[in-house]
């Protein structure tokens, strides 16, 4: 990293991020407009061998690691990996859960370089009463307001999709189909947003604004009718208490 007249080494060093002649690999992935990077880096087994990864950040002044190491798939455990960096410093991604070589689960995260320290990582599990076999999926993120939205399944619905959700950076996570009617949404014509079911085929879109995000909604029922609903989703408008 070079601040015109300094270069500095980033990514992870030292421990196992470091063989014993001196090895080191760090991968950038993602910069944003305020210089923060984040990226990959490999770690080593006592022999030298690149055998694990995890991701880190660094705000010009610090180098943190982001996620667990992962072995590879072969054993139990966790792989994290990035989608999106922020202006604003949200790291933003997927954590797949593997067992026996097969990836089972797959949740969002999202890492805050603002919060406090051991409070960075958020792992969203939403759907199936938060159970870790719900699958998420990202649908919107807004740098604007500093929010992730998106889809959850749970396995024992046959994989049909059950729901969405909204991160809001500072308010934790909240599932859209039980705040609609609440002062979160300024909506029209929306009664639940659970289930694009077999009597609908339906699309939804994102947009950034001043106020909030809009997502549009429009079903077609089997008719062939078209109906299109909006939400406004507004942060500064999360009911009381926030969970």
Same mark, same amino acid.
């Given at each position: 990293?070079?601040?015109?007249?300094?270069?500095?080494?980033?990514?992870?060093?030292?421990?196992?991020?470091?063989?014993?002649?001196?090895?080191?690999?760090?991968?950038?992935?993602?910069?944003?407009?305020?210089?923060?990077?984040?990226? $990959?880096?490999?770690?080593?087994?006592?022999? *030298?061998?690149?055998?694990?990864?995890?991701?880190?950040?660094?705000? *010009? !002044?610090?180098?943190?690691?982001?996620?667990?190491?992962?072995?590879?798939?072969?054993? /139990?455990?966790?792989?994290?990996?990035? $989608?999106?960096?922020? &202006?604003?410093?949200? !790291?933003i991604g997927?954590?797949?859960?593997?067992?026996?070589?097969?990836?089972?689960?797959?949740?969002?995260?999202?890492?805050?370089?603002? +919060?406090s320290p *051991?409070? =960075?990582?958020? &792992?969203?599990?939403?759907?199936?009463?938060?159970?870790? /076999?719900? !699958?998420?999926?990202?649908?919107?993120?807004?740098?604007?307001?500093?929010?992730?939205?998106?889809?959850?399944?749970?396995?024992?619905?046959?994989?049909?999709?059950?729901?969405?959700?909204?991160?809001?950076?500072?308010?934790?996570?909240? /599932?859209? &189909? @039980?705040?609609?009617?609440?002062? !979160?949404?300024?909506?029209?014509?929306? @009664?639940?947003?659970?289930?694009?079911?077999?009597?609908?085929?339906?699309?939804?879109?994102?947009?950034?604004?001043?106020?909030?995000? $809009?997502?549009?909604?429009?079903?077609?029922?089997?008719?062939?009718?078209?109906?299109?609903?909006?939400?406004?989703?507004?942060?500064? +408008?999360?009911? =009381?208490?926030?969970?």
């Open positions: 990293r070079y601040d015109g007249s300094v270069t500095t080494d980033i990514g992870m060093a030292g421990g196992s991020f470091q063989t014993a002649t001196g090895l080191r690999s760090s991968t950038i992935q993602f910069t944003n407009s305020r210089g923060d990077v984040a990226g $990959v880096a490999q770690a080593y087994d006592e022999t *030298g061998t690149a055998s694990r990864v995890a991701l880190w950040f660094n705000d *010009g !002044l610090t180098t943190r690691q982001v996620s667990p190491l992962f072995d590879d798939p072969t054993l /139990d455990g966790a792989r994290y990996s990035a $989608v999106q960096l922020t &202006d604003s410093g949200l !790291l997927y954590r797949e859960l593997f067992q026996a070589r097969s990836a089972l689960y797959t949740h969002v995260f999202v890492w805050d370089s603002h +919060a *051991g409070q =960075e990582r958020t &792992d969203i599990l939403i759907g199936a009463l938060g159970r870790s /076999d719900a !699958l998420n999926d990202i649908q919107f993120i807004s740098g604007q307001h500093d929010m992730v939205i998106g889809t959850y399944r749970n396995l024992g619905m046959n994989n049909r999709q059950t729901g969405f959700y909204v991160w809001a950076r500072g308010l934790g996570t909240f /599932d859209l &189909d @039980s705040l609609v009617g609440t002062e !979160l949404f300024n909506q029209t014509g929306i @009664s639940s947003l659970s289930y694009l079911d077999s009597e609908f085929t339906g699309s939804y879109s994102f947009v950034d604004t001043a106020d909030g995000v $809009v997502m549009t909604i429009e079903n077609h029922d089997r008719a062939g009718g078209l109906r299109t609903n909006q939400l406004l989703i507004n942060p500064a +408008a999360v009911p =009381e208490p926030a969970s």
